[in-house]
């Protein structure tokens, strides 16, 4: 098994999530936003968290249009997977891989905390670990992770059974209580909360090793 994690100038996530991936024996390499190229057989794409181009213009704004993200839709286009954690998921949504956008918090403060989440639907490869309704804590840290879409795009994830996680106390005013979704095709992820920062005991939790470790186990059968 083999993925990629896109590095962009402010990323600050990128060996975080390939520790975590590599923990389950998935092969990891990094990209720089300016390559035009993904490597062949990729199972995975990440695109970590952190605060890409300092978050001008808006945060994933210009990641979104940087070379490498060209051949990360092409990937997506084509049923490949792809992880998007905090940064990664405003990325993705730039780009128009996820519907929707993240706005800045409710309360227009930075959040940095533990959160608790309710995992809405185990399928997926990234929840396929957890099951229906159990609760996660992972930790947030952002300035922009409300979810916002409109009524038709909410009740179609809603209906499609497309929101991965929710956040049992709302910090930030999302849509729905919205931490996380799924594409039509349940193969990208878009979460606002970092699983990569509760992968290992030291980190003080180890809820998100389920997501890591159902993922790779998911993309062995592949």
Known sequence: MRAVIIVFPGSNCDRDLAVALKATG????????????????????????????????????????????????????????????????????????????????????????????????????????????????????????????????LDKLTGDDRIALSYVDNPNGSKLNIAGILSANRRILGMMPHPERAADSVHGGTDGQSLFRGMASALAKV
């Open 26 to 153: 998935i092969d990891v390499d990094f990209i720089w936003h300016k390559d035009t190229e993904l490597p062949p057989s990729v199972d995975l794409v990440g695109i970590p968290g952190g605060f890409s181009f300092g978050d001008y213009l808006r945060c994933g704004a210009i990641a979104a249009n940087s070379p490498i993200c060209r051949a990360v839709k092409t990937h997506a286009d084509r049923g490949g997977y792809v992880l998007g954690v905090c940064n990664g998921f405003q990325v993705l949504t730039e780009m128009g891989v996820l519907p929707g956008s993240l706005l800045r918090n409710a309360g227009l403060k930075y959040i940095c905390k533990m959160t608790s989440l309710e995992i809405k639907t185990s399928n997926s490869i990234y929840t396929s670990d957890y099951r229906t309704g159990d609760v996660a804590d992972l930790p947030i840290a952002h300035h922009d992770g409300n979810y916002f879409a409109d009524q038709k795009t």
